[in-house]
């Protein structure tokens, strides 16, 4: 586990200090990581939006509606992928904000069942299907694992990777 944040640490440093961010509005970035992996990006919110064989898994929306269909239209438009589900990785507006959105568009949406319990008791927009305690998704022929390690920023959050 100490690698795993050792590794997620060492690679948002070498983004922020190498990577040339996508402007595709006013107030959201897109930053390349590698040749499948990009990192949504507004003010001190993030997320993850993994390509493969022209299929995409997002991680966690942009903090507002407006943002979320912005990186959906970029990702299906000027990627020229189809976006295959949305991971939303713990309750926090910030990383769930943009979910109606998504599910107005037809995009299937994935959380850990605490965060859908959580969502529910608060009044948000519940993502349609849960897991407990992990998830794998397959894109574009590679593995997409989302799984519950155990509380830490908050009660329900989740780590995305691909292995």
Known sequence: MKNLRLAVIFVFINVS????????????ELIKVSDNCYMHKQKNNNGLVYLNSNQAIIVSTPESDIETQ????YVRKELKTNIIGYIIDRWHTDAMEGLDV???NGIPTYAYEKTRSIAKKKGLTVPEIGFDPKLELEVG???VIAHFLGEAHTRDGIAVYVP
Do not use: R, T, Y
């Open 17 to 28: 200090i190498f990577a040339q961010p996508i402007q595709i509005s006013e107030n959201l």
């Open 70 to 73: 912005n990186l959906i239209n």
């Open 102 to 104: 998504v599910q107005k």
């Open 141 to 143: 022929g590679s593995k």
